[in-house]
């Protein structure tokens, strides 16, 4: 039996939000969000995604009429929980790649208030091979497109509230800048740019829950315990953070306030943003390219073991906590390690380790500055340095993936030391301003306690100096 043969879809529920992308990630985190608000608030809502990429799920999801089994399992407060809950919000998903103008024809519905996005960290940019012509494929021309159809079909009426869920800083202000590039270059007018910034309220967000998505090793299992086949199961942590940078309350849009999930609207932004990369993120670069290097694959393997526990614990209240001012620190920070203990996510290593440069740069290196700026000596946190230096070394080819820009760099570096020496190497790299955005060699002890590091782990191997490094004796 099929999930749809099972469960009906609520055909009484309103297209009220559009969603751009159809993947695990905003089935998990908006669809959660929704049947919450239908539930607790009688909102009375449903979601039309827009898939994202020529090759997508819309086929699978409207085959079984947008119902998908979300599966939240994992820690809270200490103890293991489960939870199967059958979305009937999805309404339906539009291929635009297939039928743009089914695309377009959502504008004119007036009960879609609230527009959301996840098309990944490169999905807001400005593309300039994008005409005035339709159809378009940036997700920035697409949506000035839909706003223009919606301004023109409404007649100047009811704006809407763009709430963005990609990876970046100020997400819903650089794509305003792109959607008024767009709007100015194809000359839609004056009128629709004042309409735009007058009626729509685009709004920076912070999304946190870990979506693994469809567990293939598991599904069999889940499908008979189900009682019904379901290829879109979706399976994600229970922590759930939505952080909405605004000044007044978006309840007429979505009554995000009673739906019993912790979503905070603030003016505070800044602060859970900061908290969340120092904290979540900035522990997770820290740890993981050591961690690869000891042969361990997930981050719940990791935090597992003893060392490197220890190793999290101590950098978290020694030195990533003091090192800046914000809200339940020590709350989150425990929070945190429940979260990496889930064995249900299969967070693996070397998915966190893409891109480690510019992660190091926005997540680590701040805190380092910052703990040395307030007389605090952050060992643990340059030991992760030491580490990047290595695994960038043992792992070019295999588990590195990077910019070019900062492999060929590495590259270089490393064919030239057996010319000028370890140390030398180290300092290079340690002074190489494209890498890290300035000469690391100029915070006081950082190259000498790197260059310690590095031939500790040539020495012991690294589990042994990860070890040495947790305790403070290296």
């Known amino acids: ?123 807001i940019c400005y593309d300039e091979k994008e005409p005035a012509r339709r159809p378009h494929r940036n997700y920035s021309a697409k949506l000035c497109d839909w706003l223009f159809e919606r301004y023109t079909k409404s007649g100047g009426g009811r704006g809407v509230l763009v709430l963005p869920c990609e990876l970046i800083d100020r997400n819903a202000e650089k794509l305003t800048e792109c959607v008024l590039r767009y709007a100015k270059e194809w000359d839609l007018g004056g009128e629709f740019l004042g309409w735009m910034q007058r009626e729509c309220r685009f709004c920076n967000t912070l999304v946190d829950r870990v979506v693994s998505g469809y567990p293939a090793a598991e599904a069999a299992e889940m499908e008979k315990k189900f009682g019904y086949t379901d290829p879109l199961i979706d399976v994600c942590e229970p922590f759930l953070l939505w952080v909405i940078d605004s000044e007044t309350s978006i309840d007429e849009y979505l009554p995000v306030s009673s739906c019993g999930l912790d979503i905070v609207v603030t003016t505070d932004f800044d602060s859970y943003r900061t908290r969340k990369v120092r904290i979540l993120n900035g522990s997770h670069t820290s740890s993981v390219l050591a961690g690869h290097l000891c042969g361990f694959e997930t981050v719940d393997e990791l935090v597992s073991d003893k060392v490197f526990h220890r190793f999290l614990e101590r950098e978290l209240k020694e030195e990533i906590i003091p090192s800046f001012e914000g809200k339940d620190l020590l709350k989150y920070a425990g929070e945190v390690f429940e979260r990496f203990r889930n064995p249900f996510v299969h967070h693996r290593l070397t998915s966190i380790a893409l891109n480690s440069v510019s992660k190091f740069r926005a997540r680590v290196l701040v805190s380092i500055e910052d703990c040395i700026g307030k007389g605090i000596f952050p060992s643990r946190l340059i030991f992760s340095l030491a580490a990047l230096i290595v695994f960038y070394e043992k792992e070019m080819g295999g588990a590195v993936h990077d910019e070019a820009v900062y492999t060929e760099r590495f590259r270089t570096y490393f064919s030239a030391q057996d010319a000028c020496g370890r140390g030398e190497m180290l300092r290079k790299i340690l002074s190489d301003e494209v890498l890290w955005g300035k000469d690391l060699t100029g915070i006081a002890g950082l190259c000498e306690y790197v260059e310690r590091a590095d031939a500790r782990i040539a020495e012991a191997g690294m589990y042994k100096a990860v070890e040495e490094a947790a305790e403070g004796i290296l």
């Not at 999930?3 to 879809?9: C, G």
């Not at 994202?52 to 998908?68: D, F, P, S, T, W």
């Open 1 to 123: 039996m099929r999930i749809d043969e099972k469960f009906a879809k609520n055909a009484a529920l309103k297209e009220k939000i559009l969603m751009f992308g159809e993947g695990n990630f905003l089935r998990a985190f908006i669809g959660r969000i929704l049947k919450n608000c239908n539930e607790r608030s009688g909102f009375g809502g449903s979601m039309v995604a827009l898939q994202g990429v020529e090759k997508g799920m819309a086929a699978a999801i409207n085959a079984q009429n947008g119902l998908y089994t979300l599966v939240e399992r994992g820690y809270e407060k200490g103890s293991p929980v489960t939870k199967e809950t059958v979305v009937d919000c999805l309404s339906r998903c539009i291929d635009p790649y297939k039928d743009y103008d089914a695309f377009l024809a959502t504008a004119a519905d007036e009960n879609i208030r609230v527009v959301v996005s996840n098309t990944t960290e490169f999905g």
